[in-house]
Nanobody, 113 residues
């Protein structure tokens, strides 16, 4: 069983920066992909960025050039700069193991204009 615990959310002004962290406990496999999703009120959860242990990344078009994902074996980070009001959402850490997906409890990011 995998448990994911996020930290680092909060309130920031537009144009500001935040860094999210997610620590995983339990058995981690080299093939596990970790990433971040977000869900704003009234919207579907969407992929923000993901990364493999070998460093292959995938970003949503809306965050390219502003967000950077990185990880080690058990921790995944999301560095967010130039935040916009539309980035405000609950951000969820995800570990993708093929047919199994694990989720953190979510951390709120609020961006004031």
């Amino acid at each position: 069983q995998v448990q994911l615990v996020e930290s680092g959310g909060g309130l920031v002004q537009a144009g500001g920066s935040l860094r999210l962290s997610c620590a995983a406990s339990g058995t981690i496999f080299a093939s596990d992909r970790m990433g971040w999703y977000r869900q704003a009120p009234g919207k579907q959860r969407e992929l923000v960025a993901s990364i493999t242990l070998t460093g292959r990344t995938n970003y949503a078009d809306s965050v390219k050039g502003r967000f950077t994902i990185s990880r080690d074996v058990r921790t995944v980070y999301l560095q967010m700069i130039s935040l916009k009001p539309e980035d405000a959402a609950v951000y969820y850490c995800n570990l993708d193991r093929g047919p199994y997906n694990y989720w953190g409890q979510g951390t709120q990011v609020t961006v004031s204009s």
